[in-house]
């Protein structure tokens, strides 16, 4: 028996977040947080020894490289809250 195709009703176009507490965390988090975050996340890389030493200079890579995306990310956050504090001027 097929099954009923959904109605546009019941289609859901709002995005879906996938990592809901990345998210939360990204939403609320300071600049100095998300730094400190980092800090120690590459540090117990960095103290990686014997054969996972190579997988540790990759995740470092990635690492460092999700820390710039996510510092522009809070960069845009601040600079949105800071044109919302600003009043609009009507055109005459």
């Known amino acids: 028996m097929p099954t009923p195709s959904p109605s546009a009703e019941t289609i859901s176009f709002e995005p879906q977040s996938t990592y809901p507490e990345l998210e939360a965390y990204v939403e609320s988090a300071s600049r100095e947080e998300v730094e400190q975050l980092f800090t120690r996340l590459k540090g117990s890389l960095e103290a990686l020894k014997g054969p996972r030493t190579e997988q540790a200079k990759k995740a470092k890579v990635a690492v460092e490289r999700t820390?710039?995306?996510?510092?522009?990310?809070?960069?845009?956050?601040?600079?949105?809250?800071?044109l919302r504090k600003k009043p609009v001027k009507k055109p005459r």
Not at 69 to 80: A, D, K, M, P, V
């Open 67 to 82: 820390e710039e995306l996510l510092g522009r990310l809070l960069e845009l956050r601040e600079n949105l809250a800071e």
